[in-house]
């Protein structure tokens, strides 16, 4: 038996085949040199391991470069086709379900209205298989090559004692120890508290597990946007960061030192549930004077009053804008009067976690974001302690309104570059198919849930 802590020679091999995963995931093309230079491992340790992942398919020869004298330098790249991720956004009017390529390419997305029934669990999880199904048929992708699915949801994902580890940087270190398949799958036992969405420890997981086998990783939504941005978009190279959701409701994801703060219960990043008002409006979590009841884009639409009729809130915020460009007064007064919510607010998370990168993004946050950004900077600029705040640039998301479901791609794949490569086993007993769950239940879970995360 290995004495607890101590290292096997499995353990090296997996964590020297994650090591070059990452960086050509990341950083790639790479030569073999390259790898070696910046990794620290000997050549001959890159050789031996970069043989393995050729022969299995995960890496691929991709060109070459002069060398100073010598032969030149083959470069090795992941290879996107090798394998296959899903993302799933549930967001406030429907239901995302994107399959991808390793190289983050779309290869199909199905979009699904909610219904009357809205965010009604089982309707939820009806969906998300559906759309499953339709992303998996369209492309002819085999199931046995997909990594994962990982969904991003409104609210508190319940975390078990299978996370080890959470480095939110690119290519930054998890920290894990060996796992079996059962703590890759650890999504399958998520329970999620939205209370904005009506849910109260909905089993998520089992619910999802009773019509698919693929391996589920379940997260806040928000933090899967923060995840996307800071791997891909206006987030990368920071360690320190904020990122925030700005769509009908507002979150946060919170980066320190690389790492994601989660809090004591997974719960750190409500930013949109402090108070800006004591006694004001009412929001959607039952409390009075929260951030998103005033700069929320249900709460945006529903205060302007002058919506068109039928057309959602997306059509209502370009309603909303459209007034304001024409110089409509009490539209330009409430866009003016949000950038200062979200500028005093952003100034809070300036003095609470001194970032040196705030990024907003959602859909509602890009589509506002061009008009209210200065506005936004000027008020974070009077509301915060002044040496952070010149710390602190404040950027728009640059990875569009489909961030969260790339984001939630990123679980699956954070959890196959920490394996070194490994293909999870399919879950056994799990139906198949989207009719499976259709009359699942969706009450309270006796069970804790567990994630993996990068």
């Not at 969904?151 to 580890?165: F, K, L, T």
């Not at 549930?273 to 929320?296: D, I």
């Not at 952070?388 to 196959?416: C, K, M, N």
Request: net charge negative; charged share 20%; hydrophobic share 45%.
């Amino acid at each position: 038996m290995t004495a607890r802590g101590k290292k096997t020679v499995r353990d090296l091999r997996r964590g020297s085949r994650s090591t070059l995963l990452r960086r050509l995931y990341f950083e790639g093309p790479l030569s073999r040199q390259e790898l070696g230079s910046i990794t620290g491992l000997s050549a001959g340790s890159i050789s031996n391991v970069t043989g393995e992942l050729l022969a299995d398919g995960l890496i691929e020869e991709c060109g070459s470069v002069e060398s100073d004298g010598g032969r030149p330098r083959i470069l090795l790249r992941v290879a996107a086709g090798r394998a296959h991720l899903v993302g799933v956004d549930v967001g406030e009017t429907q239901v995302r379900v994107a399959l991808f390529d390793l190289a983050r390419n779309e290869l199909a997305a199905s979009d699904r209205p909610l219904d009357d029934r809205g965010h009604d669990a089982g309707h939820v999880v009806e969906l998300i298989l559906a759309g499953l199904d339709e992303v998996l048929e369209r492309t002819g992708v085999d199931p046995a090559g997909v990594l994962g699915v990982g969904v991003g949801v409104p609210g508190i994902v319940e975390q078990g004692p299978a996370e080890q580890g959470d480095g939110a940087s690119a290519g930054g270190a998890r920290g894990h120890g060996p796992r079996g398949d059962a703590a890759r799958d650890g999504g399958a036992g998520a329970v999620v508290h939205g209370q904005t969405v009506g849910w109260d420890a909905v089993p998520l997981g089992r619910l999802l597990r009773a019509g698919t086998d693929l391996p589920l990783f379940v997260d806040n939504g928000a933090k899967t946007l923060g995840q996307a941005e800071m791997w891909f978009g206006a987030g990368r190279g920071a360690r320190h960061a904020v990122v925030a959701l700005f769509g009908s409701g507002v979150g946060a994801c919170v980066i320190a030192d690389g790492a994601r703060f989660r809090g004591a219960t997974s719960s750190a990043g409500e930013w949109g549930h402090t108070k800006v008002h004591v006694g004001g409006r009412r929001c959607r979590c039952g409390a009075r004077g929260c951030l998103e009841a005033y700069v929320g884009a249900e709460a945006l639409v529903a205060r302007w009053g002058a919506a068109p009729p039928g057309g959602g809130e997306k059509a209502g915020l370009a309603a909303l804008l459209a007034a304001a460009g024409a110089g409509e007064p009490a539209a330009v007064a409430l866009l003016d009067e949000a950038a200062e919510y979200l500028g005093a607010a952003i100034a809070d998370l300036v003095n609470l976690f001194n970032p040196e990168r705030i990024v907003i993004g959602g859909w509602a946050g890009l589509l506002l974001g061009p008009r209210l950004l200065p506005g936004i900077r000027a008020a974070a600029t009077e509301y915060a302690l002044r040496f952070p705040r010149e710390q602190t640039e404040i950027v728009l998301g640059t990875l569009g309104p489909a961030a969260v479901t790339v984001g939630a791609a990123t679980l699956p794949l954070s959890d196959f570059l920490d394996s070194g490569g490994e293909f999870p086993r399919r879950a056994a007993g799990a139906a198949v198919g989207a009719g499976a769950s259709a009359g699942a239940s969706a009450g309270p879970s006796a069970g804790v849930a567990t994630e993996l995360w990068v």
